[in-house]
């Protein structure tokens, strides 16, 4: 006769307390695996007692037991467990497919399509989704010191907290497989939403978690239908959303939860409003504990990460590699412009092309997240380029986090803006992007930006707050730029800067120019250009220039500067004279300032102002001093002695005699060359000459060079006359780089800046003169 109880032995008991340890559960939670009302059956089993066979089987399976080695004295005539396990597995694998096929669609229509900003028709989310990859390491929760890094160079400045080249990334589809109960973290618009609707699909149709049924929830939409309700019931809300798409099973979502089979995707954490947030929390933690069987998956913005999920892995997606924006562009541009597959591929290509330039590393540095690079695919669509002024982009971008992302995804959030509007909250941002700006400080401690958050409050009209309410405003409202518009992010702990380098520089150019009267303006102007020779500074000059409405002011102070650079130095005024007569002596100068920039390059060594020679389109006196620039500088270097340098030196002078119309000029020429040995010496009577000869051969050719070419001086720069002439070479570079933007600038001040670029001292005093 078969026992109607069994009991586990001394040796099956110590087993079965090692596999429950092993699972970390609590005895409630075993008691619900098993559909007991109370946790006495439990208790009986770990003593030794009598237990309900079906009970005691039971208990065996969830704790992967084999219940012959448990029990004490097992009967031989039982029946075998796995038959009885297999039948259960079929009837779940039957419902598991009953339930997918009656919820596809609710799926398909929560989650298949993307309906993205200014476009005017939903998108299928296959059609533009790229796989993401996701960083175990939160940057937030690292520690850093400060100093190490305000050391970091501009063009570094993403590398910290956005997913540095050190970072290991894995794929985000791999990270849900890892970790069982998973919080994915990301700043707006990096694709949070986007992953776990992808991950509803793929679950939908099989591809991934097939023994799963997906269930996506809105986490404000779940709040709101609460707090109406009156009960924040994350069973009783899938019920209702079972029986809206027409599964009549009322007992199928519980069944499936308690065997497991449920893919639980949780959008939007950060979206709750306050109210909600603590009994929300709440009911996904007792939710997840006691469904602990099943898959979870949330999402919140990483500033939000506080709200702590007591059992979850956060992980934190990162920003898209360039494989990914490549492969997002590709997609974009055959989704969206209803264009054939190869022309869409074709505009990509172009779009990859115009950003990889390397005047547009600053969209690159934007463009690591979905929405910005969205936001650029569809400016460079309309356009056919990225915009020449980037400080339209950036105001476009800032649009975007500063409401019109919420108001699009129909997302309201709690006021601690003091009832600020748009444009106090862009004062309150730009004010501290330019006080930390002004500083050097592209990091900073939490306390810093916190006081400087206070003394703007401190200055409002009408408010009068006791230190510690101006202590605690100033705390809710630095939460409030990270949280709701990640405009601020915590690179580290206790570390914050903006989340990109680019709205530091916007805002700080926006402070410039939104300066209540023209005397502030004028100040401000005069406080910017004292940066002219900070290379930290460029960006922020090229934004101001475009965004002011008249950039006369600008560019006239930035050439006053610039000029004063090397006004008192006699030598430097000497150099710029020669230069300025070198130029005049060019029989058709493309523009004469462009004269002057390729001889100041041609006297410098290295050639530091190539960038200048470049612009230039050479006449044929430009070009002969060039080549025998190029020349005299091989001769310099190379020492070789031996035929072949020999021969390249006669044929490089063949070839510049070729240019030479001063008679004098090429007979000079024609005897230097004719020194030269010939080929046919042999080696021994080579080297005699070359010993003998080849060092005064080559101060001749210098010699006849500055006599009849007025170039190859000597000049002999100090450190310091060297560093301010790099100064001096690159401020007139970004002069250059505004006149050259989208700027406004009235033709006569142009046509003046552009006429006296690069002149000395005393040439500008005279045309000053001349012109009163």
């Known amino acids: 006769m078969v026992k109607r109880s069994l009991q586990a032995s001394p040796t099956g008991i110590q087993r079965a307390k090692r596999a429950f340890a092993l699972k970390g559960w609590t005895q409630e939670n075993l008691a619900s695996e098993v559909n007991l009302k109370t946790r006495q059956p439990i208790w009986r089993f770990f003593t030794g007692q009598p237990v309900d066979r079906q009970i005691f089987l039971a208990l065996c399976l969830i704790l992967d ?18 038959e009885t396990a297999k039948a259960v597995t079929q009837d779940l694998d039957e419902l598991v497919q009953q339930v997918r096929s009656q919820y596809c669609d609710t799926i398909q229509n929560q989650c298949g399509i993307l309906q993205l900003l200014d476009i005017n028709r939903p998108v299928n989310i296959d059609d533009i989704y790229v796989d993401v990859n996701i960083l ?216 990859m092309q115009k950003l990889d330039l390397p005047e547009n590393w600053q969209f690159r540095q934007l463009v690591v997240t979905p929405l910005f690079l969205h936001l650029a695919c569809w400016v460079f669509y309309g356009r056919g380029k990225l915009p020449a002024k980037r400080s339209e982009f950036y105001k476009q971008g800032l649009d975007l986090l500063l409401g019109q992302w919420d108001e699009a995804k129909g997302v309201e959030r709690d006021d601690v803006y003091r009832g600020f509007l748009l444009p106090q909250k862009l004062r309150l941002l730009s004010q501290l992007a330019a006080v930390t700006f002004e500083q050097g400080q592209y990091f900073f401690e939490q306390r810093t930006i916190e006081q400087y958050i206070g003394d703007y409050l401190r200055n409002l009209p009408g408010v009068s707050l006791e230190p510690e309410e101006l202590q605690l405003e100033s705390e809710a409202m630095l939460n409030a730029i990270e949280a709701q518009h990640g405009l601020l992010t915590e690179r580290a702990r206790g570390i914050f800067s903006f989340s990109y380098l680019a709205f530091q520089e916007y805002f700080t150019a926006r402070e410039i120019v939104a300066s209540h009267n023209l005397r502030a303006l004028e100040q401000a102007l005069e406080g910017l250009v004292s940066h002219i020779t900070d290379q930290h500074w ?18 006239q102070l930035m050439k006053q500067q610039i000029d004063a650079l090397v006004a008192q130095d006699p030598y430097l005024q000497e150099f710029l004279i020669w230069a300025s007569q070198k130029s005049q002596a060019v029989v058709s100068p493309p523009k004469i300032a462009a004269s002057r920039a390729f001889y100041l390059a041609l006297a410098q060594t290295p050639h530091t102002m190539a960038h200048f020679a470049l612009a230039s389109t050479l006449d044929q006196g430009m070009f002969l001093d060039a080549a025998l620039d190029s020349l005299l500088l091989e001769c310099a270097a190379n020492h070789s002695q ?131």
Request: proline share 3%; with cysteine; aromatic share 10%.
């Open 538 to 555: 460029r960006e922020v000059f090229l934004l101001t220039a475009a965004m002011l409405r008249s950039a006369d002011s600008l560019v």
């Open 65 to 82: 037991l084999e219940w012959r080695d448990i029990s004490e004295n097992p009967p031989e005539d039982f029946p075998q467990l796995g």
């Open 136 to 351: 175990e390491e939160i940057a937030s929760q690292q520690w850093f010191e400060i100093d190490a890094l305000q050391s970091l160079e501009p063009v570094e400045f993403d590398r910290v907290g956005l997913g540095t080249i050190e970072q290991k990334q894995i794929p985000g589809i791999q990270a849900v497989e890892t970790y069982s109960k998973l919080r994915v973290l990301g700043k707006p618009g990096v694709g949070k939403t986007t992953f776990l609707q992808h991950l509803a699909i793929q679950c939908n149709r099989g591809e991934f978690a097939a023994h799963q049924v997906p269930i996506f929830i809105t986490l404000r939409d779940f709040a709101e239908e609460s707090r109406d309700n009156g009960k924040f019931s994350l069973l009783s809300y899938i019920r209702q959303t079972f029986l809206t798409a027409g599964i009549s099973n009322s007992s199928a979502p519980e069944t499936l939860l308690k065997t497991g089979r449920v893919l639980l995707l949780l959008d939007g954490m950060d979206e709750l409003l306050n109210q909600d947030v603590t009994a929300v929390l709440r009911e996904i933690r007792k939710f997840s504990e006691k469904y602990h069987k099943n898959r979870f998956v949330a999402s919140c913005r990483t500033a939000a990460q506080k709200l702590q999920l007591r059992g979850f892995t956060d992980v934190e997606i990162a920003p898209f590699t360039q494989a990914q924006i490549t492969t997002f562009a590709q997609k974009w541009f055959v989704a969206l412009t209803k264009t054939t597959d190869q022309l869409g591929q074709n505009q990509s290509t172009q779009f």
């Open 642 to 772: 031996d035929f072949a340098h020999a021969n390249a030196c006669s044929e490089a002078l063949k070839n510049i005699m070729v240019m030479v119309l001063d008679a004098g000029f090429y007979k000079s020429l024609q005897q230097l060359r004719e020194q030269l040995p010939s080929p046919d010496q042999n080696q021994e009577r080579f080297q005699i000459w070359w010993q003998t000869h080849y060092s005064a051969w080559v101060e001749q050719l210098k010699s006849i060079t500055a006599n009849y070419r007025n170039i190859h001086h000597s000049w002999q720069f100090t450190p310091e006359q060297q560093q301010v002439l790099k100064n001096y070479y690159d401020a007139n570079q970004l002069l250059i780089d505004c006149l050259n933007s989208d700027c406004e600038i009235t033709a006569a001040i142009r046509q003046e800046i552009e006429a006296t670029l690069l002149l000395p001292q005393k040439e500008l005093e005279d045309r000053e003169w001349q012109g009163n």
